[in-house]
C-alpha cells in the first residue's frame, strides 16, 4: 500500500495540522480509526501497549485510552466527541490525563475521499501556545509517524 509520509504543520502559536494519505476508500480509514479492536492494533508509540480502548462513537459519547511503556508507567488521555459524521469527520475533545485539567485541545478530523485515495487532516487547536509546543517537545512527532505507519498496516488489511 502506498502513502505519503505524515506532515505536520504549525498552523499558528496555537495550531498544530497533521496530515497523511492513504491509498483506501475513506469508510475503510474511519473504521480504522473508530472502532476499538482495530484502534488497540495502531495507537500509541511503537514501544507502547495499548491496555484499555474505549470508543462511544458519538455526540456527547465519551473516549479513553491508557498506553503502557515497557517500565509499566501508564499514559491516559480521554475525551468527548462533540460532532461525529460518519465517514467525513470527527470533532473531539482530547486530555492528556498526568497533566490534569484544564488543557484540553480540541481535534477536527477530516476525510476527504479523491480517486479512491483519502487525505486525513487532524487540526489540533490548543489553549495556549505552551500547550502545544508542550505537545511536540513531548516526542509525540516521532510516536504519532509510528502510529500513522501501522494504522497504514490495519488499513490495508481491510481492503
Not at 492528556?96 to 475521499?113: D, F, N, R
Request: with cysteine; glycine share 8%.
Amino acid at each position: 500500500m502506498t502513502t505519503e509520509a505524515t506532515t505536520l504543520e504549525l498552523e499558528s502559536d496555537r495550531v498544530l495540522v497533521i496530515t497523511r494519505k492513504f491509498a483506501a476508500p475513506r469508510r475503510l480509514v474511519f473504521e480504522a480509526i473508530t472502532k476499538p479492536e482495530h484502534v488497540k492494533r495502531w495507537y500509541g508509540c511503537d514501544a507502547m501497549t495499548m491496555t484499555v480502548c474505549e470508543i462511544d462513537l458519538r455526540p456527547g459519547g465519551h473516549w479513553r485510552y491508557v498506553l503502557r511503556m515497557p517500565d509499566g508507567s501508564e499514559h491516559g488521555f480521554h475525551g468527548e466527541y462533540r460532532e461525529v459524521v460518519p465517514p467525513e469527520r470527527i470533532v473531539l475533545t482530547e486530555n492528556y490525563e498526568p497533566i490534569g485539567p484544564g488543557h484540553e485541545m480540541v481535534a477536527t478530523m477530516t476525510l476527504e475521499e479523491h480517486d479512491g485515495r483519502t487525505t486525513m487532516r487532524n487540526r489540533l487547536v490548543y489553549k495556549s501556545q505552551a500547550d502545544r509546543d508542550g505537545h511536540i517537545g513531548s516526542g509525540m512527532e516521532r510516536g504519532m509517524r509510528e502510529a500513522h505507519e501501522r494504522l497504514t498496516a490495519v488499513v490495508a488489511s481491510l481492503m
